[in-house]
Protein backbone atom coordinates (compact mmCIF):
# COMPACT_ATOMS: atom_id res chain seq x y z
CA UNK A 1 0.00 0.00 0.00
CA UNK A 2 2.63 2.27 0.76
CA UNK A 3 4.84 1.30 -2.43
CA UNK A 4 1.37 2.29 -4.56
CA UNK A 5 1.30 5.74 -2.71
CA UNK A 6 4.65 6.81 -3.67
CA UNK A 7 4.52 5.86 -6.94
CA UNK A 8 1.43 7.59 -7.19
CA UNK A 9 2.94 10.91 -5.17
CA UNK A 10 6.00 9.97 -7.93
CA UNK A 11 3.45 10.20 -11.01
CA UNK A 12 1.69 13.12 -9.55
CA UNK A 13 5.59 15.08 -9.16
CA UNK A 14 6.36 13.99 -12.67
CA UNK A 15 2.91 15.56 -14.24
CA UNK A 16 3.55 18.85 -12.10
CA UNK A 17 6.97 19.05 -13.36
CA UNK A 18 5.84 18.44 -17.21
CA UNK A 19 3.09 20.78 -16.33
CA UNK A 20 5.89 23.60 -15.54
CA UNK A 21 8.14 22.66 -18.24
CA UNK A 22 5.39 23.33 -20.68
CA UNK A 23 3.88 26.76 -18.78
CA UNK A 24 7.94 27.87 -19.17
CA UNK A 25 7.69 26.97 -22.67
CA UNK A 26 4.48 28.90 -23.87
CA UNK A 27 5.97 30.99 -26.89
CA UNK A 28 5.57 34.95 -27.35
CA UNK A 29 2.48 36.67 -29.06
CA UNK A 30 3.94 38.76 -30.84
CA UNK A 31 5.17 37.14 -33.63
CA UNK A 32 8.72 37.43 -32.54
CA UNK A 33 11.45 34.20 -33.27
CA UNK A 34 14.69 33.07 -31.60
CA UNK A 35 18.02 33.29 -33.27
CA UNK A 36 17.01 29.69 -34.69
CA UNK A 37 13.94 31.59 -36.71
CA UNK A 38 11.59 29.18 -34.38
CA UNK A 39 8.80 30.88 -32.72
CA UNK A 40 10.29 32.28 -29.05
CA UNK A 41 9.69 30.57 -25.75
CA UNK A 42 8.61 33.06 -23.38
CA UNK A 43 11.06 31.77 -20.61
CA UNK A 44 14.16 31.07 -22.92
CA UNK A 45 14.01 34.35 -24.47
CA UNK A 46 14.04 38.16 -24.08
CA UNK A 47 12.73 39.90 -20.96
CA UNK A 48 15.20 41.96 -18.69
CA UNK A 49 17.78 39.22 -19.06
CA UNK A 50 18.12 40.67 -22.81
CA UNK A 51 17.09 43.85 -22.03
CA UNK A 52 19.63 44.66 -18.90
CA UNK A 53 22.77 43.68 -21.78
CA UNK A 54 21.29 46.06 -24.06
CA UNK A 55 20.95 48.71 -21.32
CA UNK A 56 24.48 48.25 -20.56
CA UNK A 57 25.44 48.22 -24.24
CA UNK A 58 24.02 51.36 -24.35
CA UNK A 59 25.42 52.92 -21.50
CA UNK A 60 29.20 51.68 -22.71
CA UNK A 61 28.55 52.86 -26.69
CA UNK A 62 26.88 56.24 -25.98
CA UNK A 63 29.99 56.74 -23.51
CA UNK A 64 32.28 55.95 -26.31
CA UNK A 65 30.24 58.61 -28.96
CA UNK A 66 30.46 61.72 -26.54
CA UNK A 67 34.04 61.00 -25.72
CA UNK A 68 34.14 62.27 -29.00
CA UNK A 69 31.55 64.41 -29.74
CA UNK A 70 32.06 66.31 -26.35
CA UNK A 71 35.45 68.02 -27.34
CA UNK A 72 35.41 67.75 -30.79
CA UNK A 73 35.57 71.42 -31.58
CA UNK A 74 38.30 72.06 -29.43
CA UNK A 75 39.95 68.74 -31.18
CA UNK A 76 39.73 71.03 -34.37
CA UNK A 77 41.07 74.08 -32.86
CA UNK A 78 43.78 72.60 -30.78
CA UNK A 79 44.89 70.10 -32.92
CA UNK A 80 43.91 70.79 -36.51
CA UNK A 81 44.32 74.61 -36.08
CA UNK A 82 40.74 75.79 -37.43
CA UNK A 83 38.87 78.65 -36.13
CA UNK A 84 36.21 78.94 -33.67
CA UNK A 85 33.36 79.43 -36.75
CA UNK A 86 34.82 77.02 -38.86
CA UNK A 87 34.97 74.45 -35.80
CA UNK A 88 31.70 74.94 -34.89
CA UNK A 89 30.28 74.74 -38.17
CA UNK A 90 32.07 71.44 -39.05
CA UNK A 91 30.80 69.87 -35.48
CA UNK A 92 27.49 71.04 -36.17
CA UNK A 93 27.79 69.44 -39.62
CA UNK A 94 29.03 66.05 -37.86
CA UNK A 95 25.81 66.52 -35.41
CA UNK A 96 23.43 66.33 -38.00
CA UNK A 97 25.02 63.96 -39.82
CA UNK A 98 25.02 61.20 -37.24
CA UNK A 99 21.40 61.65 -36.82
CA UNK A 100 20.47 61.70 -40.77
CA UNK A 101 22.23 58.43 -40.49
CA UNK A 102 19.76 56.67 -38.41
CA UNK A 103 17.36 57.19 -41.09
CA UNK A 104 19.71 54.73 -43.35
CA UNK A 105 20.22 52.49 -40.15
CA UNK A 106 16.22 52.22 -39.67
CA UNK A 107 15.96 51.17 -43.26
CA UNK A 108 18.30 48.83 -43.55
CA UNK A 109 16.71 46.97 -40.13
CA UNK A 110 13.01 47.53 -41.03
CA UNK A 111 13.33 46.26 -44.94
CA UNK A 112 16.30 43.85 -45.14
CA UNK A 113 18.65 43.32 -42.32
CA UNK A 114 16.33 43.12 -39.20
CA UNK A 115 17.35 44.67 -35.91
CA UNK A 116 20.27 42.70 -34.35
CA UNK A 117 22.12 42.36 -37.75
CA UNK A 118 21.79 46.07 -38.23
CA UNK A 119 22.89 46.81 -34.51
CA UNK A 120 25.71 44.54 -34.81
CA UNK A 121 26.87 45.54 -38.45
CA UNK A 122 26.69 49.20 -37.84
CA UNK A 123 28.91 48.83 -34.09
CA UNK A 124 31.55 47.23 -35.72
CA UNK A 125 31.72 50.05 -38.12
CA UNK A 126 31.89 52.41 -34.95
CA UNK A 127 34.72 50.09 -33.37
CA UNK A 128 36.69 50.20 -36.61
CA UNK A 129 36.04 54.52 -36.58
CA UNK A 130 37.17 54.85 -33.19
CA UNK A 131 40.13 52.80 -33.56
CA UNK A 132 40.97 54.46 -36.83
CA UNK A 133 40.58 57.78 -34.78
CA UNK A 134 42.72 56.65 -31.72
CA UNK A 135 45.58 55.73 -34.08
CA UNK A 136 45.81 58.61 -36.37
CA UNK A 137 45.73 61.09 -33.66
CA UNK A 138 48.58 59.09 -31.61
CA UNK A 139 50.70 58.44 -35.32
CA UNK A 140 50.15 61.48 -36.98
CA UNK A 141 48.02 64.43 -35.42
CA UNK A 142 49.57 64.98 -32.22
CA UNK A 143 52.89 66.60 -33.47
CA UNK A 144 54.93 68.23 -32.37
CA UNK A 145 54.61 65.86 -28.75
CA UNK A 146 52.81 67.11 -26.24
CA UNK A 147 50.79 69.70 -27.87
CA UNK A 148 46.93 70.15 -28.18
CA UNK A 149 46.11 71.94 -25.05
CA UNK A 150 44.90 74.87 -24.50
CA UNK A 151 48.63 76.54 -24.42
CA UNK A 152 50.45 74.28 -26.88
CA UNK A 153 48.01 73.63 -30.56
CA UNK A 154 49.49 71.62 -33.08
CA UNK A 155 51.01 71.94 -36.26
CA UNK A 156 50.05 71.80 -39.46
CA UNK A 157 49.13 68.72 -41.26
CA UNK A 158 49.49 67.28 -44.40
CA UNK A 159 46.17 66.92 -46.77
CA UNK A 160 46.20 62.95 -45.87
CA UNK A 161 46.42 63.05 -42.23
CA UNK A 162 43.17 65.80 -41.92
CA UNK A 163 41.66 63.48 -44.56
CA UNK A 164 42.32 60.17 -42.39
CA UNK A 165 40.92 62.35 -39.65
CA UNK A 166 37.72 63.15 -41.38
CA UNK A 167 37.13 59.66 -42.52
CA UNK A 168 37.54 58.34 -39.43
CA UNK A 169 34.87 61.08 -37.46
CA UNK A 170 32.43 60.15 -40.03
CA UNK A 171 32.91 56.36 -40.03
CA UNK A 172 32.20 56.86 -35.77
CA UNK A 173 28.78 59.41 -37.54
CA UNK A 174 27.84 56.46 -39.36
CA UNK A 175 28.41 53.25 -36.60
CA UNK A 176 26.49 55.35 -34.40
CA UNK A 177 24.04 56.53 -36.17
CA UNK A 178 22.81 53.35 -37.88
CA UNK A 179 22.86 51.59 -34.64
CA UNK A 180 21.38 54.10 -31.98
CA UNK A 181 17.52 54.09 -33.30
CA UNK A 182 17.55 49.94 -33.75
CA UNK A 183 19.21 49.40 -30.52
CA UNK A 184 16.37 51.52 -28.82
CA UNK A 185 13.73 49.77 -30.63
CA UNK A 186 15.31 46.03 -30.26
CA UNK A 187 15.53 46.26 -26.45
CA UNK A 188 11.75 47.09 -26.81
CA UNK A 189 11.11 43.43 -28.74
CA UNK A 190 12.08 41.90 -25.97
CA UNK A 191 9.29 42.15 -24.16
CA UNK A 192 5.60 41.01 -25.38
CA UNK A 193 2.92 43.34 -24.92
CA UNK A 194 0.65 41.33 -26.48
CA UNK A 195 0.81 37.94 -24.60
CA UNK A 196 1.76 39.16 -21.18
CA UNK A 197 0.56 42.17 -19.22
CA UNK A 198 3.53 42.12 -16.78
CA UNK A 199 5.82 42.37 -20.06
CA UNK A 200 3.64 45.10 -21.15
CA UNK A 201 4.88 47.10 -18.43
CA UNK A 202 8.07 46.49 -18.28
CA UNK A 203 8.46 47.68 -21.78
CA UNK A 204 7.36 51.03 -20.82
CA UNK A 205 9.80 51.12 -18.74
CA UNK A 206 12.68 50.15 -20.57
CA UNK A 207 12.48 53.30 -22.42
CA UNK A 208 12.90 54.71 -19.77
CA UNK A 209 15.75 53.02 -18.10
CA UNK A 210 17.38 53.23 -21.87
CA UNK A 211 17.25 57.15 -21.87
CA UNK A 212 18.98 57.43 -17.82
CA UNK A 213 21.47 54.00 -19.83
CA UNK A 214 21.95 56.90 -22.55
CA UNK A 215 22.33 60.44 -19.60
CA UNK A 216 25.02 57.63 -17.17
CA UNK A 217 27.18 56.47 -20.41
CA UNK A 218 27.19 60.63 -21.27
CA UNK A 219 27.72 62.13 -18.05
CA UNK A 220 31.24 60.03 -17.40
CA UNK A 221 32.29 61.31 -21.31
CA UNK A 222 31.30 65.09 -20.23
CA UNK A 223 33.24 64.57 -17.00
CA UNK A 224 36.11 61.89 -16.70
CA UNK A 225 36.82 62.17 -20.35
CA UNK A 226 36.40 65.17 -21.30
CA UNK A 227 38.84 66.68 -18.46
CA UNK A 228 41.91 64.48 -20.06
CA UNK A 229 40.96 65.94 -23.33
CA UNK A 230 40.75 69.47 -22.27
CA UNK A 231 44.33 68.91 -21.12
CA UNK A 232 45.98 67.51 -23.78
CA UNK A 233 45.63 64.08 -23.23
CA UNK A 234 43.29 63.25 -26.34
CA UNK A 235 44.92 59.83 -27.22
CA UNK A 236 43.79 58.77 -24.16
CA UNK A 237 40.47 59.69 -24.26
CA UNK A 238 39.82 58.15 -27.43
CA UNK A 239 41.99 54.85 -26.66
CA UNK A 240 39.08 54.61 -23.58
CA UNK A 241 36.08 55.85 -26.29
CA UNK A 242 37.35 52.71 -28.41
CA UNK A 243 37.66 50.25 -25.78
CA UNK A 244 34.39 51.18 -24.11
CA UNK A 245 32.61 50.68 -27.52
CA UNK A 246 34.86 47.30 -27.88
CA UNK A 247 33.00 46.28 -24.78
CA UNK A 248 30.10 47.44 -25.81
CA UNK A 249 30.19 44.93 -29.09
CA UNK A 250 31.54 42.03 -27.22
CA UNK A 251 28.73 42.42 -24.57
CA UNK A 252 25.91 42.53 -26.98
CA UNK A 253 27.34 39.64 -29.08
CA UNK A 254 26.66 37.33 -26.32
CA UNK A 255 22.97 38.08 -25.06
CA UNK A 256 22.94 36.67 -28.86
CA UNK A 257 21.21 33.08 -28.01
CA UNK A 258 18.34 35.42 -25.31
CA UNK A 259 17.55 37.77 -27.95
CA UNK A 260 14.15 37.87 -29.58
CA UNK A 261 13.98 38.95 -33.33
CA UNK A 262 11.30 40.27 -35.85
CA UNK A 263 11.70 39.37 -38.80
CA UNK A 264 12.05 42.42 -41.73
CA UNK A 265 9.36 43.10 -43.74
CA UNK A 266 10.84 44.36 -47.40
CA UNK A 267 10.83 48.12 -48.59
CA UNK A 268 8.18 49.99 -46.79
CA UNK A 269 8.79 52.95 -50.04
CA UNK A 270 7.19 50.68 -52.62
CA UNK A 271 3.87 49.50 -49.91
CA UNK A 272 3.58 53.10 -49.52
CA UNK A 273 4.16 53.80 -53.66
CA UNK A 274 1.18 51.41 -54.19
CA UNK A 275 -1.18 52.52 -52.06
CA UNK A 276 -0.75 56.14 -53.57
CA UNK A 277 -0.54 54.94 -57.24
CA UNK A 278 -3.57 52.58 -56.69
CA UNK A 279 -5.83 55.39 -54.84
CA UNK A 280 -4.76 57.86 -57.48
CA UNK A 281 -5.72 55.26 -60.50
CA UNK A 282 -9.13 54.91 -58.74
CA UNK A 283 -9.83 58.42 -57.70
CA UNK A 284 -13.60 58.41 -59.41
CA UNK A 285 -14.86 54.87 -57.99
CA UNK A 286 -17.84 55.15 -55.91
CA UNK A 287 -16.99 53.96 -51.76
CA UNK A 288 -19.57 52.36 -49.57
CA UNK A 289 -19.53 55.13 -46.36
CA UNK A 290 -19.07 52.50 -43.48
CA UNK A 291 -16.27 51.15 -45.45
CA UNK A 292 -17.44 47.37 -45.70
CA UNK A 293 -16.37 46.65 -49.74
CA UNK A 294 -12.70 47.26 -48.58
CA UNK A 295 -10.08 44.70 -49.06
CA UNK A 296 -8.08 43.00 -46.30
CA UNK A 297 -6.66 39.39 -45.94
CA UNK A 298 -5.19 37.04 -43.30
CA UNK A 299 -1.07 36.24 -43.43
CA UNK A 300 1.99 38.47 -43.76
CA UNK A 301 1.74 40.03 -47.61
CA UNK A 302 1.18 43.37 -46.50
CA UNK A 303 0.26 42.36 -42.28
CA UNK A 304 3.55 42.28 -40.49
CA UNK A 305 3.53 39.77 -37.64
CA UNK A 306 -0.16 38.47 -38.60
CA UNK A 307 -1.86 41.38 -37.48
CA UNK A 308 -3.83 43.72 -38.96
CA UNK A 309 -4.51 47.08 -38.52
CA UNK A 310 -8.27 48.40 -37.93
CA UNK A 311 -9.58 50.63 -40.37
CA UNK A 312 -10.18 54.56 -39.76
CA UNK A 313 -12.04 56.84 -41.27
CA UNK A 314 -9.69 59.80 -41.81
CA UNK A 315 -7.73 60.31 -45.71
CA UNK A 316 -10.80 58.70 -47.14
CA UNK A 317 -9.23 59.38 -50.40
CA UNK A 318 -6.75 56.77 -49.65
CA UNK A 319 -9.58 54.01 -48.67
CA UNK A 320 -9.80 53.78 -52.48
CA UNK A 321 -6.67 51.97 -52.94
CA UNK A 322 -8.10 49.05 -51.18
CA UNK A 323 -11.93 49.18 -52.88
CA UNK A 324 -12.40 46.23 -54.85
CA UNK A 325 -13.56 46.41 -58.68
CA UNK A 326 -15.44 44.64 -60.76
CA UNK A 327 -11.98 43.87 -62.63
CA UNK A 328 -10.11 43.18 -59.34
CA UNK A 329 -12.69 40.42 -58.42
CA UNK A 330 -12.54 38.33 -61.57
CA UNK A 331 -8.47 38.53 -60.91
CA UNK A 332 -9.44 37.14 -57.48
CA UNK A 333 -11.54 35.21 -58.54
CA UNK A 334 -8.27 33.70 -60.58
CA UNK A 335 -6.14 33.76 -57.34
CA UNK A 336 -4.31 36.86 -58.59
CA UNK A 337 -4.52 40.51 -57.87
CA UNK A 338 -2.35 43.37 -59.42
CA UNK A 339 -0.97 44.91 -55.73
CA UNK A 340 -0.47 48.38 -57.71
CA UNK A 341 -4.35 48.57 -58.02
CA UNK A 342 -5.64 46.62 -54.86
CA UNK A 343 -3.86 47.32 -51.55
CA UNK A 344 -5.11 46.14 -47.92
CA UNK A 345 -7.10 47.63 -45.67
CA UNK A 346 -3.13 46.90 -43.30
CA UNK A 347 -1.47 48.49 -46.28
CA UNK A 348 -3.75 52.00 -46.52
CA UNK A 349 -3.50 52.30 -42.75
CA UNK A 350 0.47 51.41 -42.46
CA UNK A 351 0.41 55.13 -45.30
CA UNK A 352 -2.55 56.87 -43.08
CA UNK A 353 -0.55 56.45 -39.33
CA UNK A 354 2.43 57.41 -40.65
CA UNK A 355 0.72 60.80 -41.85
CA UNK A 356 -0.94 61.20 -38.73
CA UNK A 357 2.80 60.76 -37.12
CA UNK A 358 4.01 63.77 -39.16
CA UNK A 359 2.16 66.53 -37.65
CA UNK A 360 3.50 65.53 -34.09
CA UNK A 361 6.99 64.74 -35.40
CA UNK A 362 7.01 68.56 -36.84
CA UNK A 363 6.29 69.49 -33.35
CA UNK A 364 8.61 68.14 -31.53
CA UNK A 365 11.44 69.65 -33.56
CA UNK A 366 10.93 73.00 -32.21
CA UNK A 367 11.87 71.35 -28.22
CA UNK A 368 15.30 70.15 -30.26
CA UNK A 369 16.23 73.76 -30.74
CA UNK A 370 15.39 74.60 -27.40
CA UNK A 371 17.45 71.64 -26.33
CA UNK A 372 21.07 72.18 -28.46
CA UNK A 373 21.19 75.28 -26.30
CA UNK A 374 22.80 73.46 -23.60
CA UNK A 375 25.94 72.31 -25.62
CA UNK A 376 25.98 76.32 -27.26
CA UNK A 377 24.32 79.51 -25.88
CA UNK A 378 24.08 78.03 -22.27
CA UNK A 379 27.92 76.88 -22.24
CA UNK A 380 28.57 81.07 -23.72
CA UNK A 381 26.90 82.57 -21.18
CA UNK A 382 28.59 80.10 -18.21
CA UNK A 383 32.12 81.20 -19.63
CA UNK A 384 30.83 84.82 -18.93
CA UNK A 385 29.90 84.71 -15.39
CA UNK A 386 32.25 83.55 -12.43
CA UNK A 387 33.68 80.22 -12.57
CA UNK A 388 35.46 79.78 -9.58
CA UNK A 389 34.75 78.64 -6.23
CA UNK A 390 37.27 78.69 -3.38
CA UNK A 391 40.10 79.22 -6.37
CA UNK A 392 38.47 75.94 -8.20
CA UNK A 393 37.85 76.24 -11.80
CA UNK A 394 34.21 74.79 -13.29
CA UNK A 395 34.38 74.58 -16.81
CA UNK A 396 31.06 75.82 -18.40
CA UNK A 397 30.15 72.50 -20.43
CA UNK A 398 30.39 70.73 -17.28
CA UNK A 399 27.25 72.04 -16.16
CA UNK A 400 25.53 69.68 -18.02
CA UNK A 401 25.98 67.41 -15.22
CA UNK A 402 22.87 69.00 -13.76
CA UNK A 403 21.28 67.99 -16.80
CA UNK A 404 21.87 64.64 -16.18
CA UNK A 405 21.03 64.00 -13.00
CA UNK A 406 17.67 65.94 -13.25
CA UNK A 407 17.09 63.57 -15.68
CA UNK A 408 18.15 60.70 -13.40
CA UNK A 409 16.00 62.27 -10.73
CA UNK A 410 13.08 62.84 -12.81
CA UNK A 411 12.73 59.22 -14.22
CA UNK A 412 13.00 57.41 -11.07
CA UNK A 413 10.12 60.30 -9.68
CA UNK A 414 7.74 59.45 -13.00
CA UNK A 415 8.49 56.05 -12.33
CA UNK A 416 7.73 55.80 -8.30
CA UNK A 417 5.93 58.11 -7.86
CA UNK A 418 3.89 60.03 -10.44
CA UNK A 419 2.70 57.07 -12.80
CA UNK A 420 0.89 55.10 -9.99
CA UNK A 421 -0.30 59.08 -8.44
CA UNK A 422 -2.22 59.41 -12.07
CA UNK A 423 -2.88 55.74 -11.96
CA UNK A 424 -4.76 56.11 -8.51
CA UNK A 425 -6.42 59.17 -9.58
CA UNK A 426 -7.46 59.05 -13.35
CA UNK A 427 -7.58 55.13 -13.28
CA UNK A 428 -4.80 55.27 -15.98
CA UNK A 429 -1.63 56.27 -16.85
CA UNK A 430 -0.69 59.42 -18.85
CA UNK A 431 -0.83 58.90 -22.54
CA UNK A 432 2.56 59.74 -24.48
CA UNK A 433 1.21 62.59 -26.10
CA UNK A 434 0.27 64.32 -23.04
CA UNK A 435 3.14 63.44 -21.38
CA UNK A 436 5.12 65.22 -24.33
CA UNK A 437 2.80 68.41 -23.73
CA UNK A 438 4.14 68.45 -20.58
CA UNK A 439 7.53 68.39 -21.91
CA UNK A 440 7.34 71.31 -23.76
CA UNK A 441 5.94 73.56 -21.04
CA UNK A 442 8.67 72.90 -18.76
CA UNK A 443 10.72 73.96 -22.28
CA UNK A 444 9.23 76.82 -21.74
CA UNK A 445 9.97 77.27 -17.80
CA UNK A 446 13.47 76.56 -18.87
CA UNK A 447 13.93 79.22 -21.42
CA UNK A 448 12.13 81.84 -19.24
CA UNK A 449 15.09 81.09 -16.55
CA UNK A 450 18.07 81.72 -18.53
CA UNK A 451 16.71 84.27 -19.67
CA UNK A 452 16.16 85.61 -16.46
CA UNK A 453 19.28 84.89 -15.31
CA UNK A 454 20.98 86.40 -18.45
CA UNK A 455 19.02 89.45 -17.40
CA UNK A 456 20.99 89.39 -14.02
CA UNK A 457 24.20 88.15 -15.54
CA UNK A 458 23.68 91.88 -17.28
CA UNK A 459 22.93 93.55 -14.60
CA UNK A 460 26.14 92.69 -12.89
CA UNK A 461 28.21 93.03 -15.32
CA UNK A 462 27.01 96.60 -16.64
CA UNK A 463 27.47 97.54 -13.04
CA UNK A 464 30.87 96.19 -12.00
CA UNK A 465 33.10 96.78 -15.15
CA UNK A 466 33.50 100.32 -17.15
CA UNK A 467 34.11 98.52 -20.44
CA UNK A 468 31.83 95.52 -20.16
CA UNK A 469 35.26 93.45 -21.37
CA UNK A 470 35.39 91.31 -17.79
CA UNK A 471 32.70 88.09 -17.12
CA UNK A 472 29.69 88.79 -14.88
CA UNK A 473 30.20 88.63 -11.05
CA UNK A 474 26.94 86.36 -10.98
CA UNK A 475 28.11 82.85 -10.24
CA UNK A 476 27.65 80.22 -12.60
CA UNK A 477 25.70 78.34 -10.27
CA UNK A 478 22.23 80.45 -11.00
CA UNK A 479 22.43 78.49 -13.90
CA UNK A 480 21.79 74.91 -12.48
CA UNK A 481 17.72 75.76 -12.44
CA UNK A 482 17.35 75.77 -15.98
CA UNK A 483 19.51 73.06 -16.83
CA UNK A 484 17.77 71.05 -13.86
CA UNK A 485 14.49 72.11 -15.97
CA UNK A 486 15.69 70.96 -19.60
CA UNK A 487 16.48 67.80 -17.75
CA UNK A 488 12.73 67.40 -16.39
CA UNK A 489 11.29 68.60 -19.72
CA UNK A 490 14.04 65.17 -21.65
CA UNK A 491 12.28 62.74 -19.37
CA UNK A 492 8.67 63.85 -20.86
CA UNK A 493 9.69 64.78 -24.50
CA UNK A 494 12.05 62.49 -25.40
CA UNK A 495 11.16 59.16 -23.19
CA UNK A 496 7.75 60.04 -24.35
CA UNK A 497 8.77 60.29 -27.87
CA UNK A 498 10.48 56.78 -27.84
CA UNK A 499 7.19 55.05 -26.37
CA UNK A 500 4.76 57.05 -29.27
CA UNK A 501 6.93 56.57 -31.87
CA UNK A 502 7.72 53.17 -31.36
CA UNK A 503 4.30 52.25 -30.09
CA UNK A 504 2.45 54.17 -33.02
CA UNK A 505 4.81 53.26 -36.21
CA UNK A 506 3.46 50.01 -37.95
CA UNK A 507 4.65 46.66 -37.46
CA UNK A 508 7.03 47.24 -40.27
CA UNK A 509 8.50 50.15 -39.69
CA UNK A 510 9.70 50.24 -35.93
CA UNK A 511 13.08 51.58 -36.66
CA UNK A 512 11.28 54.43 -38.27
CA UNK A 513 9.81 55.30 -35.34
CA UNK A 514 12.72 55.45 -33.22
CA UNK A 515 14.60 57.53 -36.39
CA UNK A 516 12.17 59.96 -35.83
CA UNK A 517 12.97 60.55 -32.68
CA UNK A 518 16.78 61.45 -33.56
CA UNK A 519 16.01 62.95 -36.90
CA UNK A 520 13.96 65.82 -34.45
CA UNK A 521 16.97 66.17 -32.94
CA UNK A 522 19.60 66.51 -35.78
CA UNK A 523 16.70 68.96 -37.59
CA UNK A 524 16.50 70.95 -33.85
CA UNK A 525 20.12 71.81 -34.62
CA UNK A 526 19.97 73.17 -38.01
CA UNK A 527 16.88 75.22 -37.32
CA UNK A 528 19.00 76.78 -34.11
CA UNK A 529 21.54 77.56 -36.40
CA UNK A 530 19.79 79.16 -38.89
CA UNK A 531 17.51 80.90 -35.91
CA UNK A 532 21.11 82.54 -34.53
CA UNK A 533 21.51 83.58 -38.22
CA UNK A 534 18.64 85.16 -38.88
CA UNK A 535 18.26 87.26 -35.45
CA UNK A 536 21.74 88.30 -35.74
CA UNK A 537 20.99 89.56 -39.35
CA UNK A 538 17.78 91.40 -38.17
CA UNK A 539 19.26 92.73 -34.79
CA UNK A 540 23.03 93.68 -35.89
CA UNK A 541 23.17 97.60 -36.23
CA UNK A 542 25.90 100.30 -36.83
CA UNK A 543 25.98 100.84 -33.06
CA UNK A 544 24.50 97.63 -32.19
CA UNK A 545 26.68 94.07 -32.45
CA UNK A 546 23.07 91.97 -32.14
CA UNK A 547 21.83 89.81 -29.45
CA UNK A 548 24.41 87.64 -29.33
CA UNK A 549 27.85 89.06 -30.41
CA UNK A 550 31.25 87.71 -29.74
CA UNK A 551 31.29 89.86 -26.33
CA UNK A 552 28.15 88.51 -24.34
CA UNK A 553 28.52 91.72 -21.88
CA UNK A 554 27.65 94.17 -25.18
CA UNK A 555 24.35 91.87 -26.38
CA UNK A 556 21.14 90.69 -25.42
CA UNK A 557 21.14 86.91 -25.02
CA UNK A 558 18.33 87.41 -22.76
CA UNK A 559 16.11 88.44 -25.61
CA UNK A 560 17.22 85.61 -27.49
CA UNK A 561 15.67 82.83 -25.30
CA UNK A 562 12.75 84.78 -24.37
CA UNK A 563 12.22 84.88 -28.16
CA UNK A 564 12.65 81.09 -28.06
CA UNK A 565 10.21 80.59 -25.22
CA UNK A 566 7.60 82.55 -27.03
CA UNK A 567 8.10 80.11 -30.39
CA UNK A 568 8.05 77.44 -27.98
CA UNK A 569 4.52 78.31 -26.34
CA UNK A 570 3.12 79.04 -29.94
CA UNK A 571 4.48 75.51 -31.04
CA UNK A 572 2.33 74.10 -27.96
CA UNK A 573 -0.60 75.40 -29.05
CA UNK A 574 -0.42 73.70 -32.50
CA UNK A 575 0.59 70.55 -30.86
CA UNK A 576 -2.24 70.46 -28.87
CA UNK A 577 -4.36 70.42 -31.72
CA UNK A 578 -2.48 67.98 -33.78
CA UNK A 579 -2.54 65.90 -30.73
CA UNK A 580 -6.17 66.27 -30.12
CA UNK A 581 -6.78 64.95 -34.10
CA UNK A 582 -4.53 62.06 -33.63
CA UNK A 583 -6.13 58.90 -33.72
CA UNK A 584 -3.99 56.41 -32.10
CA UNK A 585 -3.54 52.91 -34.19
CA UNK A 586 -5.78 49.33 -33.23
CA UNK A 587 -4.61 45.95 -34.20
CA UNK A 588 -6.08 43.13 -34.79
CA UNK A 589 -4.25 40.10 -33.41
CA UNK A 590 -5.00 36.57 -32.76
CA UNK A 591 -4.59 35.56 -29.41
CA UNK A 592 -3.87 31.82 -28.52
CA UNK A 593 -5.16 29.19 -30.25
CA UNK A 594 -8.49 30.49 -31.18
CA UNK A 595 -9.57 33.34 -33.98
CA UNK A 596 -10.57 36.24 -31.74
CA UNK A 597 -9.02 39.36 -32.27
CA UNK A 598 -7.50 41.81 -29.97
CA UNK A 599 -7.83 45.40 -30.40
CA UNK A 600 -4.44 47.06 -29.14
CA UNK A 601 -4.33 50.52 -29.00
CA UNK A 602 -5.38 53.86 -26.68
CA UNK A 603 -8.16 56.72 -26.68
CA UNK A 604 -8.14 58.30 -29.66
CA UNK A 605 -8.06 61.66 -28.58
CA UNK A 606 -4.42 62.21 -27.56
CA UNK A 607 -4.80 64.93 -24.70
Known sequence: MAMACLNVCKDDQEYVEEKNQKMKEVCTLDGTTDWYGRPAVRGRTGTWVAATLILVNQGLATLAFFGVGVNLVLMLTRVLGQDNAEAA??????????????????FL????????????????????GLSLLSLSTYIFLLKPKGCGDKKNPCGDHSAFVIGLFYIS???????????????????????????????????????????LALNLGSLFSNTILGYFEDKGMWTLGFWASTGSAAMALVLFL????RYRHFKPQGNPLSRFCRVMVAATRKWKVEMMPSGEDLYEQDGKECSPNDRNIVHTHGFK????????????????????????????????????????????????ILYSVVFTQMAS????????????????????????????????????????FLDPLFGRLRKKRLTELQRMGIGLVIAIMAMVSAGVVEVFRLKYAVKECNNCESPSSLSIFWQVPQFVLVGASEVFMYVGQLEFFNGQAPDGLKSFGSALCMTSIS??????????TIVMKVSTRDEMPGWIPGNLNKGHLDRFYFLLAALTTADLLVYILCAKWYKYIKFEAKVGNDNGVHIIGQPELGV
Not at 109 to 128: H, M, N, P
Not at 254 to 257: D, F, I, S
Open 89 to 106: NNVSKWTGTVYLFSLLGA
Open 254 to 257: CGTP
Open 109 to 128: SDSYWGRYKTCAIFQLIFVI
Open 377 to 416: LFVEQGASMKTTVSGFHIPPASMSSFDILSVAAFIFICRR
Open 317 to 364: FLDRAAVITSKEKNEMDKGAHNPWRLCTVTQVEEVKCILRLLPIWLCT
Open 169 to 211: IYLIALGNGGYQPNIATFGADQFDDQGDPKEGQSKIAFFSYFY
Open 523 to 532: LGNYVSSLLV
